[in-house]
Nanobody
Framework: QVQLVESGGGLVQAGGSLRLSCAAS????????WGWYRQAPGKQRELVGS??????NYADSVKGRFTISRDNGKNTVYLQMNSLKPEDTAVYYC??????????????WGQGTQVTVSS
């Protein structure tokens, strides 16, 4: 089993910053790619950004403000969020494409962490 645990969410004023972390644990051989998603009330879950190999991709709504990075040795991915806006308020989820030590590819999700940006 592979588990993902997010942390770093909270309350912040508009214009502020937060850094989210997502740590994977369990029977991991490698993590091929990471994604950050978010879901606001009444809206569909959307892809915020991803990192795969040396390539990062971002939704237009966060481009230039958010940065994804990873620490492969710690099996951890980060989402640095700057210049936060009220419309960034959502539950943020991390996702990992994991090759487990059972030689299975698993699509794993964290439990989510709330980010609330006040105006």
């Amino acid at each position: 089993q592979v588990q993902l645990v997010e942390s770093g969410g909270g309350l912040v004023q508009a214009g502020g910053s937060l850094r989210l972390s997502c740590a994977a644990s369990g029977s991991i051989f490698s993590i091929n790619a990471w994604g950050w998603y978010r879901q606001a009330p009444g809206k569909q879950r959307e892809l915020v950004g991803s990192i795969s190999g040396g390539t990062t991709n971002y939704a237009d709504s966060v481009k230039g403000r958010f940065t994804i990075s990873r620490d492969n040795g710690k099996n951890t991915v980060y989402l640095q969020m700057n210049s936060l806006k009220p419309e960034d308020t959502a539950v943020y989820y991390c996702n990992a494409d994991v090759l487990s030590r059972n030689w299975r590819n698993e699509d794993c999700w964290g439990q989510g962490t709330q980010v609330t940006v006040s105006s």
